[in-house]
């Protein structure tokens, strides 16, 4: 019997199980196996949680689960008497039953010769053998697969480069904002501050609102930027012609700059000209050079993040509402200490466009900045001895792990593996856009053709 282990239990590593499930013929023995730390419910902090007000970031008629078919998230739903339509930005845990539902329906009318098994507990290392690889799982024997597949999910962000390390040692002080029970012990009048103003801000503060929070709210980054939200927007006609071939990030963002201009000066947004790359940001990233990969990261990410990566509708009117009555601050800036202190946390911060330092103690401190992505960085086992190995390495730009497009993983040397794969999170250095369903469910569906493919042949 042929065994395909998926490392990661998330959206990543279910949507591969699943396709495996889909596909694998009637006549091949196979056994799926998942690793993962959570239950058979858990598929990591964002689908998690039951809390109603943590939406998807994406309208429902666009999350199917399969690239051929991307209103079946939404039919799903009204065949489980959940009223939605098209546009409508749901709940994070209906999708998350959504999934474990196609899993079970997938596994039921799979043949008897497949199973598939959750195995709780955390990778460590793997040996590398020549037909395939032995894992080495916490609390539990040594187990064989043929395949190997990463889909680990998010890390903690990296710690902040302030004078006062010590202060990463108080429970005032949270370094991953995905924690369970992050605000169990916070007063409702408590200050919290939260460093970075992207997503998980966005989630973090709705949460608090939620939770009835009356206490102030700071969030602070480098440029005080917030994600735009969701809207219907007017179509704007591609130009990827202009700048396939430019290979110069700088040329690229002067490009993209007139078209908003032009756009704007047509009355559509900015949003659109971004929308009308996607189906080609793939290719582009690829076709960068490191450096120019690095330039992007260093002095272009965050603009593009704040027009790409959007958030619902009505998370933006909650966030705007709390910016009104005065409870939640945005500020531009920098923490430059944390110190503890007898009343909380005190974050000593330069904002921007200014040289004098100010203080603020909040009885909490988030670090909000972003995922670790640099897998030199990140602190995890098995990330640690893969690398040592040398059965993995860097992706373009220190970004998550080399790898062909077709997810094979490139050792040290830069040589693909046959039996070690990645797909999701993992993916982004070599081709960015790898993070939304609409990518995911394309990669999953693939990986598990090749996979398959390649248990039949051997």
Known sequence: MKCV???GAGLSGRLLAL???RFASRKTALTIRLF?????SYMGPAY????DSLLLNVPAGRMGAYPEDQGHFLKWCRNN???AEEHDFLPRRLYRDYIISLMRDALQGASNKVTLDHVRGDVTDIDVLDNGVTLYVSGRRPCYADKIVLAMGNYPPRQLPVDNGSAYESKRYIDNPWKRGVFDT???YDTVFLIGTGQTMVDLAITL???LHKGRIVALSRRGFLPLAHRDLESYES?????ESSGKILNIFKTIRKHIDLAESLGIDQRAVIDSLRPDTQALWFGLPDEEKRRFLRHIFRYWEMIRSRIPPDSEAIIEKMRAAGQLDVVAGRVTDLNETGTGMEVHYVPCGSTSCRKITASLVINCTGPESDYRKVNDILVSNLLRRGLIRPGPAHVGIDALPDGSIKDINGKPSNILHTLGLTMKGVLWEVLAVPEIRVQAEQLAAKLLNEICEA
């Open 81 to 83: 008497s959940v009223t």
């Open 48 to 51: 998690s949680s039951d809390d």
């Open 186 to 188: 916070l007063d409702p």
């Open 5 to 7: 282990a998926i490392v």
């Open 19 to 21: 396709n495996l499930l």
């Open 239 to 243: 130009f990827f012609k202009e700048i």
């Open 209 to 211: 609102h939620r939770r």
């Open 36 to 40: 993962d730390r959570g239950d058979e």
